[in-house]
């Protein structure tokens, strides 16, 4: 499986911005797919994920309510919304995927997940 990410940019808080990831590979119905973030310093963050075969999510809860997680099929990519967005929000944004197993913690969990695209820098402005 491979993945690209684009989008992310400077926004000011309280604005809004869309990232997307080019999803390609076989049978990728058996996937999840999820975006994670770092900020300097920090350590990796779940953002939220979504099962390819059905669009299903799930979010962390520092986005949960702002950030929007789809999956385009016929386009092939994942999108994040993201809304309402707060100078904390700043990070790089790197989409993942995994053979989906479950919905346990580690469908949460960074390590898990084999397959990476390279991040995309978002920084939101107070």
């Known amino acids: 499986v491979q993945l690209q990410a684009s989008g992310g940019g400077l926004v000011q808080a309280g604005g809004s911005l869309r990232v997307s990831c080019v999803v390609s590979?076989?049978?990728?119905?058996?996937?999840?797919m999820a975006w994670f973030r770092q900020a300097p310093g920090q350590e990796r963050e779940f953002v939220g994920n979504?099962?390819?075969?059905?669009?299903?999510?799930d979010y962390s809860d520092s986005v949960e309510g702002r950030f929007t997680i789809s999956r385009d099929k016929a386009r092939s990519t994942i999108d994040l919304q993201m809304n309402g967005l707060k100078p904390e929000d700043t990070a790089v944004y790197s989409c993942?995927?995994?053979?989906?197993?479950?919905?346990?913690?580690?469908?949460?969990?960074?390590?898990?997940?084999?397959?990476w695209g390279r991040g995309t820098q978002v920084t939101v402005s107070s």
């Open positions: 590979g076989p049978q990728l119905d058996s996937y999840i």
């Open positions: 979504i099962r390819w075969s059905d669009g299903a999510t």
């Open positions: 993942a995927a995994r053979i989906f197993t479950n919905w346990s913690s580690m469908a949460k969990q960074s390590v898990y997940y084999a397959y």
